[in-house]
T-cell receptor, first 114, second 114 residues
């Protein structure tokens, strides 16, 4: 599997602030970029995803920015809340009929302080 | 999104034994996947489980160690064979949504091998 590099490993933000997590990939064939949120003891939950034909996608307080030429994408959490405290994973894949094999970044542990 | 359940939710096993993990989905899905998440780490794809055919394993994972069954479109099992403490991980199944690309995870099975 091709590597996806995620940074930072951890992040502390004040309530109401903006959390920004970055990912970089190598495989230019990747055409699907999801973000997952995982709480302790739970499975990852799909937050938001983007395809490379758009540069930005917003769903509520969550925004993905995508830079195809730089092979980078990022997650912005606006107005961060204590309930957003979780581990976030970026991922990438090549969508195929044979299955969408996700390659995950290393994860970012986000702590939102009240 | 599909509702996915896994059994058991957690288990403590002795070295050298085997454990079979079940994954049940509330709707028919074509693609099911098994991932491993070692403590505090990211997710790594073990294999893709297709109904009616042999599972496809990723590099570093072999059928003898992780045999997989996929008897129908709503169910799959993963067996962790001849376990060692290094197999202590969270094992997660996931399914691919109808929209293609979107992948949804079960709650995971937390395995501890003594």
């Amino acid at each position: 599997q091709q590597q996806v590099k995620q940074s930072p490993q951890s992040l502390i933000v004040q309530k109401g602030g903006i959390s920004i997590i970055n990912c970089a990939y190598e495989n230019t064939a990747f055409d699907y970029f999801p973000w997952y949120q995982q709480f302790p003891g739970k499975g990852p939950a799909l937050l938001i995803a983007i395809r490379p034909d758009v540069s930005e996608k917003k769903e509520g307080r969550f925004t993905i920015s995508f830079n195809k030429s730089a092979k980078q994408f990022s997650l912005h959490i606006m107005d961060s809340q204590p309930g957003d405290s979780a581990t976030y994973f970026c991922a990438a894949s090549v969508i195929k009929a044979a299955g969408n094999k996700l390659t995950f970044g290393g994860g970012t542990r986000v702590l939102v302080k009240p | 999104s599909a509702v996915i359940s896994q059994k058991p939710s957690r288990d403590i096993c002795q070295r050298g034994t085997s454990l079979t993990i079940q994954c049940q989905v509330d709707s028919q899905v074509t693609m099911m996947f098994w991932y491993r998440q070692q403590p505090g780490q990211s997710l790594t794809l073990i294999a893709t489980a297709n109904q009616g055919s042999e599972a496809t394993y990723e590099s570093g994972f072999v059928i003898d160690k992780f045999p997989i069954s996929r008897p129908n479109l709503t169910f799959s099992t993963l067996t962790v064979s001849n376990m060692s403490p290094e197999d202590s991980s969270i094992y997660l199944c996931s399914v691919e949504g109808l929209a293609g690309g979107s992948q949804y995870f079960g709650p995971g099975t937390r395995l501890t091998v003594l």
